[in-house]
């Protein structure tokens, strides 16, 4: 089979002056795509800029012979990272949202600022940035959009609350924009990455930092954003040189009063508590509409009982 080349697409990739976005930012010049490479430049807790980040990333694509620019804006002003592919290329075909802080804190210790930081950088960012090149997507029916959420969104991690927040904020996101993109050809995942970057390096075990390149992930992305990858709608976690989907499940549940004309008391919810929790045969709903229909047939099933 072909490679896979990216020659006359456009690649957003947000917070590519390092980590990650980094690693995302070189695999797609190396394989012919135009990249916008955004960075602000400014510390891991969201304090001050500097151009240095985002050039050097330029500096290192087009020594090998690719195509970039650089853009400093905060990704909560998106449609300017998206305006610099438009400027400069002429048009977006790719966004990876990956620019990421972190403002780590216990539950109760969280302020106000530590708290709008982290959701301006992750969900307005991703929200501002995918939007503005939305409009472009739909009109030349096609578009590959990438979020990033985080394990702690997913499973929760003592001291990130609002970090946590955020992940799993873009996870809802994803969901209903990879449902109105679907008929525009439109295809949006959730990249969920473990890797050694200046946000993990006190947090993960010196012998375990070292197995988690972020050129391990970077082509899982990079399939993701191919025109030949069917997925949309998926969380992928990555790391380490392994891949795999995740997804939320629900278990088959307990009808809760036996009668249609009965009320649901606590106690009868205590009573079935047991089967309401018993995940051994849950299942996937692959739509609000499974989800819904799973509650009419409890109604139906309630009303054959009666
Ligand atoms: P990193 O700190 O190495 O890189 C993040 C980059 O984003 C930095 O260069 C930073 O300057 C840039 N950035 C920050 N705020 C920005 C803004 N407002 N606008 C534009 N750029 C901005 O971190 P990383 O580990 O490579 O993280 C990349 C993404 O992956 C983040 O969203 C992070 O939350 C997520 N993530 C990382 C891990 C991990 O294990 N490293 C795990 C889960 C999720």
Redesign the pocket.
């Known amino acids: 089979m072909a490679d896979l080349r990216f020659d006359g697409r456009v690649v957003i990739v947000?917070?590519a002056?390092?980590?990650?976005?980094r690693a995302y930012a070189l695999v797609f010049g190396e394989r012919g795509a135009s990249v916008v490479v955004?960075?602000?430049?400014?510390g891991?807790h969201?304090e001050g800029k500097s151009s240095k980040?985002a050039d050097a990333v330029v500096e290192e694509i087009r020594s090998k012979g690719g195509k970039a620019v650089a853009n400093y804006?905060?990704?909560?002003d998106g449609d300017k990272i998206v305006q610099t592919a438009l400027d400069t290329f002429g048009r977006i075909d790719v966004i990876v949202n990956?620019?990421?802080?972190l403002r780590d804190k216990s539950f109760a210790r969280i302020s106000n600022d530590d708290w709008d930081l982290i959701q301006d950088?992750?969900l307005k960012?991703t929200f501002k940035t995918t939007q503005a090149a939305w409009p472009h997507f739909r009109k030349q029916n096609y578009g590959r959009v990438i979020v990033?959420?985080?394990?702690?969104g997913l499973y929760g991690n003592f001291g990130q609350a609002n970090?946590s927040a955020a992940?799993m904020g873009v996870v809802g996101l994803n969901n209903t924009i990879a449902i109105e993109g679907r008929k525009n050809n439109i295809h949006c995942n959730v990249i969920?990455?473990?890797?050694?970057?200046?946000?993990?390096e006190d947090i993960l075990p010196p012998d375990v930092f070292a197995q988690?390149k972020?050129e391990l992930i970077a082509p899982v992305v990079v399939w993701l954003c191919h025109e030949s990858c069917g997925e949309t709608g998926s969380i992928i976690e990555a790391a380490a040189g392994w891949a795999g989907k995740c997804h939320l499940v629900r278990s088959t549940g307990s009808l809760l009063r036996a009668r249609i004309d009965e009320i649901v008391t606590p106690e009868a919810v205590r009573d079935s508590w047991d089967k309401v929790t018993d995940m051994s045969s849950a299942v996937r709903m692959e739509s609000i509409g499974e989800a819904s229909g799973a509650l009419i047939t409890a109604i139906e099933e309630t009303r054959e009982k009666s």
């Open positions: 947000t917070g002056g390092a980590g990650l976005g955004n960075d602000l430049g400014g891991r969201g980040a804006d905060s990704v909560v990956n620019a990421g802080i950088v992750h960012g990033t959420a985080s394990n702690s970090y992940k969920v990455p473990t890797a050694a970057s200046r946000l993990t988690l972020p």
